[in-house]
Every structure is written in C-alpha cells, then in structure tokens.
C-alpha cells in the first residue's frame, strides 16, 4: 500500500532553516510527483511547490521562491523540503503530498490531484 | 490567479444532504479536487477531476462544476462526516486551496 511517512518534529529558532523529508513506498516513485503543502495552527491549506520524483520537474509557489529548495533522492525514494529564514509565522505542521496526474506521470497538469498524504510534521518556530 | 472560495462552515441534521461550494473566478474551466480533514489528521482525498471518486469514499459523497462554482454533496450525512472540507484546483501552474469549510453533524 502506498505510504508517505515524515521526518519527525522540529523546533527552530527565527533565522534558522528546516529540513523535513517524506520517505514514500508501495509505488514507483519516480512515475509520481511530491507536493507540499502547510497548514499553520487553526488555518487552512497552504501549497508550496511541487517537485517529480525524479527532480526535472520543479515549481514553488511565489510565495516561497526565495526560501525553499524540494529535492528528492530516488535512490530512497524520499522527498527533501527545505524552508531557510524560518520566522514565526513558519510555524505549521508541513505535509508531503503525493501528486495523481491521470497518465502525466510525474508532471503535473490540471488534473493533478493529491491522492496520498503524509502524517505532517509540526514545525515549530521560537527563539 | 483566482481565488477559491469557501463558506466558512454548513451544519446539516444526520441523514440530511450537505452541500459545501466552492466559488472561483474560473473554476469551471479547470478541475476541483475535494479534501476531508478530521481534527488532528491529515487531508483525505475525497472527490478529484470534479466528479470522481477514489477508493474507498462512500457513494454519499459525490461533485460537481459548473460555471464558477464546484459543489461537494454528501447524501445521508453521518456523525463521521464531520470534518473541515478543502476545495482545491490548479491556475496554470499554481495550486490553490479554498479556505475550507466545518461541516458539523448536529
């Protein structure tokens, strides 16, 4: 069965970065592609880029461009999301999400859908 | 990009028909996609390309999309289908998320 298992939690102080992976199974990984997404406390979903399995394929939200790098290794088949300058308004639980293309592969179209999720790891951001 | 917009929350009687909509600027040109997400747990998908179920999600739950405004149904509400409800589609190159919308089960 398909899974997506995260790093564990994180506790950083503002101006430090974050690394959080998302180690997937049960499927080929590189015929799919990784979202992530952010939900701070009591809001709503944030996406913030995504990344193929194989890494040809990259796209960050505007918002993030400057500060996050998504990576993979295929070898293990983990997902890498890295977030640098965290700040207070940083702190959030951070889910890899897996992307369903229906026959894209791993690029992303507009029937891009996010069929499996990670368990979310909780960033917390505090000096 | 547009924006997806979500009413903040519905309450429905158990047995009852929830709707939940989602309004966009230009949703109905592309495809929604609908999550579920208990208190504590990670977003399920539950209705993706608009119309389609994954599965496993019961039959109760089905969408639509026309014009600007994409529409999550549940039919026979339970107690279990209380959760906050994301609407989701993509403007070109972006993702977007509506605000999400708590459905209580009174």
């Known amino acids: 069965q398909v899974q997506l298992v995260q790093s564990g939690p994180e506790v950083k102080k503002p101006g430090a970065s974050v690394k959080v992976s998302c180690k997937a199974s049960g499927y080929t990984f590189t015929r799919y592609g990784i979202s992530w997404v952010r939900q701070a406390p009591g809001q709503g979903l944030e996406w913030m880029g995504w990344i193929s399995g194989s890494s040809d394929n990259i796209n960050y939200a505007q918002k993030f461009q400057d500060r996050v790098t998504m990576t993979t290794d295929t070898a293990t088949s983990t997902a890498y999301m890295e977030l640098r300058g965290l700040r207070s308004d940083d702190a959030a639980v951070y889910y890899c999400?897996?992307?369903?293309?229906?026959?894209?592969?791993?690029?992303?179209?507009?029937?891009?859908?996010?069929?499996?999720w990670g368990q979310g790891t909780l960033v917390t951001v505090s000096s | 990009s547009f924006e997806l917009t979500q009413p903040p929350s519905v309450s429905v009687s158990p047995g009852q028909t929830a709707n939940i909509t989602c309004s966009g600027d230009?949703?109905?040109?592309?495809?929604t996609s609908w999550y579920q997400q208990r208190p504590f747990q990670s977003p399920m998908l539950v209705i993706f390309?608009?119309?389609k179920r994954p599965s496993g999600i019961p039959e109760r739950f089905s969408g639509s999309n026309s014009g600007n405004t994409a529409t999550l149904t549940i039919r026979g509400t339970q107690a279990m289908d209380e959760a906050d409800y994301y609407c989701q589609a993509w403007d070109v190159s972006t993702v977007l998320f509506g605000g999400g919308t708590k459905l209580t089960v009174l």
């Open positions: 999400a897996r992307g369903e293309s229906a026959g894209a592969g791993s690029y992303y179209t507009q029937k891009t859908t996010f069929d499996y």
């Open positions: 230009k949703l109905g040109k592309t495809y």
């Open positions: 390309q608009d119309t």
